[in-house]
């Protein structure tokens, strides 16, 4: 079946570093991924949608000048935490929308802490 | 987007069904509903999508009213791998659209 793959899966840096996650769907092309972030014990939370081609819809109260998604080509969007800090350590997670009508595929997510 | 209502956690002994039951008062005439299931630091994974009635694939049943306004998701004889949270949610089937999650509900299987 359809895979979505993101790397790195797990990530520590020091704060101030800009860490790129990359969510790749691997046997289809997905003009639409989303990034939703989750920490400890609790739900995804919907950070953006990633458009090929176009420019990222952010939900509010994400900073888009801060969390920069880029969405280049059908298979890779690319989320950028910018000047990092310890506030932004979490599980970020990618899904892809699935061009059959089918429900959406998730990567497996990366763990971002930030010291 | 239509809001769901799940218990926050459960707990069952291994080799009984355990059926998660979700409201979902609001739900759109082309919304469906759909059940994942979340491990501890991976992503969630699609278990089943309905509409109305009764589906049944090879590890679940959902379980549909008329009114739509709830669902239930069957799993028969858990095992301790089934420990997880579940996430039922309802959008349009298409997949083109931004998922809202509630809270879930952490199932615990006991020994």
Known sequence: ???????????????????????????????TMFWYRQFPKQSLMLMATSNEGSKATYEQGVEKDKFLINHASLTLSTLTVT????????????????????????GDGTRLSIL | LAKTTQPISMDSYEGQEVNITCSHNNIATNDYITWYQQFPSQGPRFIIQGYKTKVTNEVASLFIPADRKSSTLSLPRVSLSDTAVYYCLVDLQTGANNLFFGTGTRLTVIP
């Open chain 1, 1 to 31: 079946g359809a895979v979505v793959s993101q790397h790195p899966s797990w990530v520590i840096c020091k704060s101030g570093t800009s860490v790129k996650i990359e969510c790749r769907s691997l046997d289809f092309q997905a003009t």
């Open chain 1, 83 to 106: 000047s990092a800090h310890p506030e932004d350590s979490s599980f970020y997670i990618c899904s892809a929308e699935d061009p059959m009508g089918q429900p959406q595929h998730f």
